[in-house]
């Protein structure tokens, strides 16, 4: 079952999530030039703090807690003694440009927690091999939205059109890492609906997936669970695709994601 990420600082948000089969939630402090980076852009910029990391972990029994830190910076070392004394499982690193970036959190982390590292730089994407093997890291997750602008791209869904995405799920899986991508609408939502995105995480043997906000805008008190349903029956009829019905999927989400980026101006 893929493991479904959820953003949150809300403790009774946390809590409904905790009652859900395979969630994990996310504490998000990263600020350090992200509103510059996004700019113009409809994106979320996180206004959690760093109470809202042990207010979430209080809350919930079951779901594991990964909070993502700022990118290396002068601070680095106090913002991670801080946040490692609420107990997170994990802590993502945004941004980082490759190895020796990868290595230095690494080092500051000193295997108080495992690692996630979010690959969404170009120059991360091309050094891939040189830091795949760094010691501590669990997880690669790749980050669409900022990715496709490093790379010059048009839409957030080219590099898993292009072969991108594919590569680094294989380089993790080879090194028995877990993996995931972007994030996912509602299952009939977004210019590449939901539902197809959520066909390619199974082709890719995903890991995890971050929902993003439109999956669980509040048009009722029972949206959120409603729609975490819905998603699961889908899951669970694409995985019975056979090998051919996989194929012709790929392809046509494919060429999907290629018309869409034809009437995209790139960044």
Sequence with gaps: MLE???????????????????????????????????????????????????????AVRHCDLMVRVNPLHD??????????????????????????????????VNGRAPIVALLETSAALQSLDEWIATPGLDEVYVGLNDLHVSLGLAFMFEPLANGDVERVARAAQARTLAFGFGGIARLDDGLLPGRDVL???LRLQSDAVILSRTFHREDSPVTFEREVRALREAEARLARRSR?????????????IREIAAGLARP
């Design 4 to 58: 479904l990420i959820q953003i949150t600082n809300d403790p009774a948000f946390a809590r409904r999530c905790d009652a859900l089969a395979s969630f994990r939630l996310f504490v998000d402090l990263e600020r350090l030039g992200k509103a510059e980076r996004q700019a113009g852009r409809n994106t979320f910029i996180s206004e959690h703090r760093m109470d809202d990391v042990g207010r979430v972990r209080d």
């Design 199 to 201: 066909a390619e995480h």
């Design 75 to 108: 601070d680095t070392e106090e913002e991670l003694d801080e946040v490692l004394d609420y107990g997170p499982d994990s802590l993502m690193l945004p941004m980082f440009q490759g190895a020796a970036d990868l290595g230095e959190f690494a080092r500051l």
């Design 244 to 256: 051919d019905e996989v194929e012709n999927d790929r392809v046509r989400i494919a060429a999907r």
